[in-house]
């Protein structure tokens, strides 16, 4: 009588690939998060300045006939606006938004040009996206540069014992002499590293508490999400 035996793998042949895998997926999250962060204040820029600008002109010609048409194309150009920083939201967070919701233009608007402006005028919807594009303005240029400090300052702060040398000393040591009075370029080398390592080791919380913040306003305005 043969037995026959199932030779089980061992625990750390599976957990070294899972373990791989699961911080491939973290990298990736937070490259996501600080594309989504970076490219937002370009974003943000445009949307601003077509919503503010697009604004002002169609309300200050309302009373000629070119009124109606700039508010109805300003409109239409935020909602697209809208709609790039819902698919960014929706990539970065992995949780899509709600699909947008059509107000129904009522019959007797008609089915012309001037019907076609005015469902656009008087959709909730639509001037609530414009409101986002200057309210996430702010907060884009927060976000923005919190991030660009946090990774970059980190980063130059980490290898500040690289290039210290070639910065004018005029008879202080640095940021820890004029700070705490403590002379030495060691001691200064030391607390600019420790500033980096603490700036770099932060960088992953305080970036996704970035990209809730700017994310949320997003749900709220654009489709009246959920945080």
């Keep these: 009588m043969t037995t026959t035996t199932n030779v089980q793998p061992a625990p750390h042949s599976l957990s070294a690939p899972v373990a ?14 600080v594309g989504y962060l970076l490219s937002g204040l370009p974003l943000g820029i445009a949307a601003f300045t077509l919503a503010v600008t697009g604004f002002a002109l169609g309300v200050s010609t309302l009373v000629l006939v070119i009124g109606l048409p700039v508010l109805a194309g300003t409109l239409s150009m935020t909602r697209y606006l809208a709609r790039v920083e819902a698919d960014h939201i929706a990539a970065v967070t992995g949780r899509p938004l709600p699909a947008r919701s059509e107000r129904p233009a009522p019959e007797r608007e008609g089915s012309g040009s001037r019907g076609g ?17 200057v309210l996430a303005f702010p907060v884009r240029v927060v ?30 040591d640095g940021l820890v002499d004029l ?3 403590v002379t030495g370029r060691g001691a200064d080398i030391a607390f600019n ?32 999400g959920e945080l």
Excluded: N
């Design 20 to 33: 791989m895998a699961d911080g491939s997926r973290r990298g990736g999250r937070f490259g996501r998060e």
């Design 117 to 133: 402006r005015w469902k656009a005028v008087r959709d909730p919807q639509a001037w609530r996206e414009l409101v986002h594009a």
């Design 143 to 172: 976000t923005f540069a919190l991030t660009l400090t946090w990774l970059v300052g980190g980063l130059g702060e980490f290898t500040y014992g690289l290039w210290s040398w070639s910065i004018p000393r005029d008879g202080h």
């Design 179 to 181: 700070a705490f009075g």
């Design 193 to 224: 590293t420790a500033v980096g390592v603490f700036l770099l080791a932060t960088s992953v919380p305080v970036v996704r508490g970035l990209t809730v913040m700017q994310a949320s306003l997003g749900r709220v305005l654009l489709r009246r």
